[in-house]
């Protein structure tokens, strides 16, 4: 090629290389990705919010259940973009579209802690906002103390730009929480349009406290994959029958004298996974803690920790929205209510029996559905203690040890027989439930290449 050739065609060939440079500049840049962070931030804040659980009125084992899920899938879009070869979940779980997520302009710098900081802390605030005065203030805190822990070596216009985008996310998705059918369903746990219907079998209000059914239309409640309400539904419940001779009376004579002969170690187990309202973040955030302690032993990424709080809020959430289309559906008697009736008329359980119908298990199904996501994140012989109430006073807290995440959820289903509260059946229809909803996440969902 001649010299004025080669002059001539400069400019064309100037320009190819500066549409290349720009086309390549997300690999080109010495941005750190999302998995370059550990995720300390992430559990600090799923920390703070299980405290926020514990201590807000009208979050009962549903509510709060949604909340840990959307607070998890607001972290895990806010950060996606960040990781290499990871997927964002529009498009691909109910009523979030493709669209619905602003994506960050990958030119420019991000620090992705500070980015999931920020959406945390605003995520918080918009789905705890009836929480106390104390816990507002303490959103604040750990917000501003986090950020300033991970931000000494960000420039002041990056660190704007990370927090900006940290809480356009977390509007977005809080926007998107709003349309699944319960917003604000803490202020609905006992409506007052609904009649439980009557007849032989069926749920009625037990004691020591006879309250209303909590959360009746919860079934209805928009699930983040509709195959988990779909495709997840239980065997039919053992028929009701007054009769001695019957399989239902055996299940409930069970109960009975499964509580009546407790041993130590049952009554202990019993306790440890009670999970109650008003006193722990209820039962899926044990679920949520024994994930965070999982990535706090592995020193998890925070684009893994985003992963696995997304998977495990989800799971937890439309567990909840299945098992109570079934409760609801079956609306089968308590055991309390079948003992006292028809083989003990001064019969106690061990815990105080929920205000909500028998079948099947929440305890089961949330506990079996975490335990497929956490299998197939750390491995189905991952051993682990479980230090979840550690510093509780109310209980022996000791931690418990377990061989794998399933072990801990069958110890967890059946701990509801061992509290006098469910028959056999209602746990383990419920861990299989439970199963095929975390086998649904995991399988259906395309988190990642």
């Known amino acids: 090629m001649s010299k004025r050739a080669l002059y001539l065609l400069m400019p064309v060939l100037l320009f190819l290389l500066a549409v290349l440079t720009n086309g390549c500049q997300k690999d080109d840049t010495d941005f750190?990705?999302?998995?370059?962070?550990?995720?300390?931030?992430a559990h600090k804040w799923f920390d703070l919010t299980r405290k926020i659980t514990k201590e807000t009125?009208?979050?009962?084992?549903?509510?709060?259940?949604?909340?840990?899920?959307?607070?998890?899938?607001?972290?895990?879009?806010?950060?996606?973009?960040?990781?290499?070869?990871?997927?964002?979940?529009?498009?691909?779980?109910?009523g979030l579209s493709a669209s619905a997520v602003t994506k960050p302009l990958l030119s420019q710098e991000y620090q992705w802690d500070i980015v999931a900081n920020s959406c945390l802390a605003e995520i918080t605030r918009k789905l705890y906002a009836p929480a106390t005065a104390a816990n507002l203030s303490a959103i604040?805190?750990?917000e501003l103390a986090l950020e300033q822990a991970v931000s000494a070596n960000a420039t002041q216009e990056v660190i704007d730009r990370s927090v900006s985008y940290g809480k356009l996310v977390a509007t977005e998705i809080y926007n998107y929480s709003v349309t699944d059918g319960q917003d604000k369903g803490y202020l609905?746990?006992?409506p007052a349009t609904y009649t439980p219907p009557t007849g032989d079998g069926f749920w009625v209000p037990t004691p020591p406290a006879f309250q209303k059914a909590m959360q009746p239309y919860w079934g209805n409640v928009?699930?983040?994959?509709?195959?988990?309400?779909t495709n997840t539904q239980p065997q039919d419940p053992i028929p009701f029958s007054e009769d001695p001779a019957s399989a239902f009376y055996a299940q409930s004579l069970e109960v009975f004298e499964t509580v009546t002969n407790l041993t130590p170690e049952q009554e202990q187990i019993a306790n440890f996974w009670s999970d109650d309202p008003g006193k722990t973040g209820t039962p899926p955030g044990h679920s949520i803690a024994i994930a965070t302690q999982a990535l706090r032993a592995q020193n998890a990424s925070l684009i893994l920790a985003a992963e696995t709080y997304a998977k495990i809020g989800m799971a937890v959430h439309?567990?909840?929205?299945?098992?109570?289309?079934?409760?609801?559906h079956y609306n089968l008697m308590r055991p309390v209510t079948y003992i006292q009736q028809y083989i003990n008329p001064d019969f106690t359980s061990l815990l105080t029996t929920p205000p909500f119908?028998?079948?099947?298990?929440?305890?089961?199904?949330?506990?079996?559905?975490?335990?497929?996501?956490?299998?197939?994140?750390?491995?189905?012989?991952?051993?682990?203690?479980?230090?979840?109430?550690?510093?509780?006073?109310d209980i022996d807290g000791t931690p418990r040890h377990f061989n794998s995440f399933y072990e801990a959820a069958d110890e967890a289903a059946i701990s509801r027989l061992y509290g006098g509260i469910h028959y056999r059946q209602a746990i383990?229809?419920?861990?299989?439930?439970?199963?095929?909803?975390?086998?649904?996440i995991s399988q259906m969902l395309n988190f990642k290449d």
């Open 357 to 393: 119908p028998e079948y099947t298990s929440g305890h089961s199904v949330q506990s079996g559905a975490s335990s497929v996501i956490l299998s197939e994140i750390f491995g189905y012989n991952y051993a682990f203690n479980d230090s979840t109430h550690v510093l509780r006073t």
């Open 318 to 328: 439309d567990a909840f929205v299945s098992c109570w289309r079934c409760k609801y």
């Open 428 to 440: 383990d229809e419920g861990i299989l439930q439970g199963r095929k909803i975390g086998e649904n």
């Open 140 to 142: 604040d805190s750990l």
């Open 188 to 190: 609905s746990n006992f």
């Open 32 to 41: 750190a990705a999302a998995e370059e962070y550990g995720s300390e931030v």
């Open 57 to 94: 009125p009208g979050f009962s084992p549903p509510v709060a259940s949604r909340a840990y899920a959307y607070t998890a899938v607001a972290l895990y879009e806010a950060v996606e973009s960040g990781a290499t070869g990871y997927h964002s979940l529009g498009g691909q779980i109910n």
């Open 222 to 229: 928009r699930p983040f994959i509709s195959a988990n309400v």
